[in-house]
């Protein structure tokens, strides 16, 4: 493992990531904090490589390193075929959509690509694992955004749809959120 990630993270550095600010640290310290807490979580190695390459299109939200995607495949050849699709969806999601998703339940889950503006369809893990790449992507962050309040209910939806560990990790982080930020 030790070697593949040295790999991951030498990919990473030749894109300059390290250089791209990111909530109070670098953008490659960002990826390898989501990394390492999905890693704590117990998520599968294919799922937190897609969370280390969780926001390499850029997102919805953060755009301040997008890599074209006519790399896709090289991406995908790094990371694995699935992996590099969960990362581009995480990037390429429309949050709405996403958000409206992840209050239903069934066996597949319809979310809208904002970069092409098609309709995808997941099964029911891909959906999941994609719920927790970017819910642990968010509680790496929080703490250092102090944006208590950003999609607030979503992040919460999603750590009650993948259940006890998830909840606690949620709960975690935001329990060190400050009591003004709470009334304000």
Request: hydrophobic fraction near 40%; glycine fraction near 6%; charged fraction near 30%.
């Amino acid at each position: 493992m030790a070697e593949n990630f040295k790999r991951l993270t030498d990919f990473l550095l030749a894109q300059g990531v390290e250089q791209v600010a990111h909530t109070g640290k670098s953008y490659l310290a960002h990826l390898i904090g989501v990394y390492k807490l999905m890693e704590t979580q117990a998520c599968t190695e294919e799922t937190c490589r897609a969370g280390l390459f969780h926001s390499i299109y850029g997102t919805e939200r953060f755009q301040g390193f997008k890599l074209p995607l006519e790399r896709r495949a090289e991406v995908r050849s790094l990371i694995g075929e699935r992996a590099e699709r969960l990362a581009y969806l995480n990037c390429a999601m429309n949050r709405a959509s996403f958000d409206r998703a992840v209050k239903q339940a069934g066996n597949r889950y319809a979310i809208t690509d904002r970069l092409t503006g098609a309709a995808v369809s997941l099964p029911c893990e891909d959906f999941d694992d994609l719920c927790r790449i970017h819910l642990y992507d968010w509680l790496e962050q929080a703490p250092r955004s102090q944006e208590w309040g950003y999609r607030r209910e979503a992040y919460r939806d999603m750590a009650v749809r993948l259940g006890e560990r998830a909840q606690q990790a949620y709960d975690r982080v935001f329990a060190v959120e400050s009591p003004a930020a709470v009334r304000g």
